[in-house]
């Protein structure tokens, strides 16, 4: 088995910053991406942002110039660096681990709240 375990959300006004953090345990094989998604009231689950493991990234549109994705290959940590926070981002966020001959692992989700 393995296990996603998130930090890192909380409450921040517009402007803010914060930085989430996607920590993976258990039975790690080779890893394919890792990633973050997103979950608003009433909407469906969206990317955010996700890192293959030649160090490639894609982000959505709506926080490119924003949001960076990172990780530490040697902690099977992913990270979400969010600047300039919008009301709109508010949302449960989901860390993702992709591995090979493997079902996908979610995290149990944090919450992000921005403030106007």
């Known amino acids: 088995q393995v296990q996603l375990v998130e930090s890192g959300g909380g409450l921040v006004q517009a402007g803010g910053s914060l930085r989430l953090s996607c920590a993976a345990s258990?039975?790690?094989?080779?890893?394919?991406?890792m990633g973050w998604y997103r979950q608003a009231p009433g909407k469906q689950r969206e990317l955010v942002a996700t890192?293959?493991?030649?160090?490639?990234?894609n982000y959505a549109d709506s926080v490119k110039g924003r949001f960076t994705i990172s990780r530490d290959s040697a902690k099977n940590t992913v990270y979400l660096q969010m600047n300039s926070l919008k009301p709109e981002d508010t949302a449960v966020y989901y860390c993702?681990?992709?591995?090979?001959?493997?079902?996908?692992?979610w995290g149990q989700g944090t919450q992000v709240t921005v403030s106007s």
């Open positions: 993702k681990i992709a591995m090979a001959f493997s079902i996908p692992y």
């Open positions: 258990g039975r790690i094989s080779s890893i394919n991406a």
């Open positions: 890192i293959i493991s030649g160090g490639s990234t």
